[in-house]
C-alpha cells in the first residue's frame, strides 16, 4: 500500500478499490458488533422478532431476500 509521509510519519495512504471495500465491510462489522455487545449488555431476557429486528435496523425482508440472491449470485459466479 503506497504511502506518504512527512518527516517520516505517514500522511497519506492510498488503498485500491477492493482495499476501500474491505474497510467498508469491517467498518459495518465492527459497528453490528458494537450494536451486539451493547445489547448483551442491557439484555434483559426479553427475545425479538426477525421482523421487529430488521424494523430497528431500517430494513425490511425484501432487502434481506436482496442481498441473499446477490451473495448467492456471487458465490455460484
Known amino acids: 500500500m503506497p504511502t506518504l509521509s512527512d ?6 495512504k492510498a488503498y485500491s478499490a ?3 471495500t474491505q474497510l467498508r465491510h469491517d467498518r ?3 459497528r453490528d458488533s458494537a450494536l451486539a455487545m451493547a445489547r ?3 439484555h434483559s431476557g426479553d427475545r425479538a ?3 421487529q429486528a430488521m424494523e ?3 430494513s425490511n425482508r425484501a432487502e434481506l431476500a436482496a ?3 446477490r451473495e448467492a449470485q456471487r458465490v455460484n459466479s
Open 7 to 12: 518527516h517520516g510519519k505517514v500522511v497519506i
Open 40 to 42: 448483551s449488555a442491557a
Open 56 to 58: 430497528f435496523s431500517n
Open 49 to 51: 422478532t426477525l421482523d
Open 67 to 69: 442481498v441473499n440472491a
Open 18 to 20: 477492493r482495499g476501500i
Open 28 to 30: 459495518v462489522t465492527l
